[in-house]
């Protein structure tokens, strides 16, 4: 434990290793957390508040008797409450600001386009209410809040409503601090399975929400899938994980295994079943990353969970050549990926499949963590493939509007009359022919 397993990606071993990583997503949401997860959703959707305080005592180890002791009204934290880490206000308001540029171009109204006395129009409307999930349990995420907050209200979302275990939310004046500075009204010390499922469902206390986002653990994770036949969830993110594709370094450009040992342990502390990987051809640099990841662990002052995570899936895939690397990558499709080193970072010019890309060693992940700009709620467990990073467009409801012109049925019946009769729907036949009629 604490170091990376270095493996040709051809070898017997390395077909291995990547069989697990690609079949991260069932690890994470195991069959028996499926299970478990579907007692909760169903008894709060049966019992409503009290099965949501039963779970909650049995689970979190915070008995309360009513749900309004989980409902959070804290007092205002001033921004120079000691309480507060030193810089943290003024690298919040970055962060804020940051988030705010990036997403503001992506909210624009619908369209009208009209062809033969047809007049078709787009029309999107923001999300009523959105209940925002954010983890809790090893760490309190105030920047989760600011990544999910901020493109809801530019969205125009009316409600929004924050779950996260209570003793994290307690525990954290500057989780307080945001929740305050965002101005959210609603906030419940909430975790788990049972939160997902009281914003799904409902109960007598808690409303239900159009839309869950925000990423948590497999119990809610796996709760997020049970419920999203009745709810709209963003994608159902799990534990984080990092590709490194790395190349060999110039005598000017010389790449650091130091950084590239770093990167993978900001992501590895996350979560016993986070995913820290390296692609490589440079076999002497897998060493040195190897050992640095080993060295810089034993400085952690928590890295219980590091040192699980990289028993689990912390890999070195040895490749032949870039093409091998890029072609490997794209098959894990991860939720980031960071490219380093002159050969790889060349490769950003191409397609790839993954939640977020950045270039160069100048480039650490963690900037995306907080103050980039772009959300950082991606898709992992290979949702790459198909999903995307949360936006202003997960807020919204698109909705269209057909209207025709006296008379314009007429152009437009004939080709609709075809397709129903090749269909064979005579009673759609008949409904377009009698406009022409």
């Known amino acids: 434990m604490g170091t990376l397993e270095i493996v040709k990606v051809k070898s017997r071993r390395g077909r ?118 954010v983890p809790g349990g090893r760490a309190a995420y105030p920047s989760t809040v600011v990544m999910t907050v901020v493109p809801a209200r530019l969205a125009g979302v009316g409600e929004i409503v924050v779950t996260t275990p209570l003793r994290s939310l307690e525990n954290s004046p500057a989780l307080q601090y945001t929740l305050q500075r965002l101005g959210v009204a609603e906030v419940w010390g909430l975790g788990g399975a049972q939160a997902v499922a ?71 502390e996350h979560d016993p079943l986070a995913a820290a990987v390296l692609v490589t051809t440079d076999k002497s640099l897998a060493k040195e990353v190897s050992r640095e990841v080993a060295s810089q662990l034993k400085e952690l002052p928590k890295s219980s969970a590091a040192s699980q995570s990289l028993a689990r899936f912390g890999t070195v895939f040895l490749v032949d050549d870039l093409e091998s690397g890029y072609e490997l990558v794209n098959r894990i499709a991860p939720e980031h990926l960071q490219l380093v080193g002159d ?42 493939r198909y999903a995307s990073a949360l936006g202003v467009d997960d807020f919204v409801r698109r909705w269209h509007v057909v209207e025709c012109a006296p008379g314009a049925a007429s152009r437009w019946a004939s080709a609709a009359v075809a397709l129903a009769e090749a269909e064979g729907l005579p009673a759609h036949a008949a409904a377009a022919v009698r406009r022409v009629r």
């Not at 000691?82 to 206000?89: C, I, R, S």
């Not at 003024?90 to 386009?113: D, K, M, N, T």
């Not at 990092?242 to 590239?260: D, F, M």
């Not at 480039?363 to 980039?372: C, I, N």
Request: charged share 25%; net charge positive.
């Open 343 to 384: 050969g790889a970072e060349k490769l950003a010019e191409r397609e790839l499949i993954a939640g977020a890309v950045f270039v160069g060693a100048a480039t650490p992940e963690v900037l995306g963590d907080y103050v980039a700009g772009p959300s950082h709620v991606l898709p992992t467990c290979g949702g790459a």
């Open 16 to 133: 291995r290793r990547l069989e697990d990583l690609l079949a991260r997503g069932d690890s994470v949401v195991s069959s028996k957390v499926v299970r478990e997860a579907q007692k909760i959703v169903d008894d709060v959707r049966k019992r409503g508040d009290r099965a949501v305080l039963d779970a909650t005592r049995r689970l979190d180890g915070v008995s309360v008797r009513t749900m309004e002791k989980l409902r959070f009204r804290g007092e205002p934290i001033a921004r120079t409450s000691p309480k507060l880490p030193q810089g943290f206000v003024e690298g919040l308001e970055r962060s804020i600001a940051a988030v705010e540029r990036y997403h503001r171009p992506q909210v624009h109204g619908g369209y009208q386009i009209e062809d033969g006395g047809m007049r078709l129009e787009e029309r999107r409307t923001p999300l009523r209410r959105v209940g925002v999930y």
């Open 198 to 268: 009281a914003l799904a469902w409902g109960t007598e206390t808690i409303e239900r929400v159009d839309k869950i986002v925000g990423p948590g653990n497999a119990w809610v994770t796996a709760a997020k899938q049970l419920v999203s036949r009745v709810v709209g969830v963003e994608s159902l993110a799990g534990p984080t994980e990092v590709v490194v594709l790395a190349s060999p370094g110039g005598a000017t450009k010389p790449v650091s295994a130091e950084w590239i040992a770093a990167d993978l342990l900001a992501q590895a």
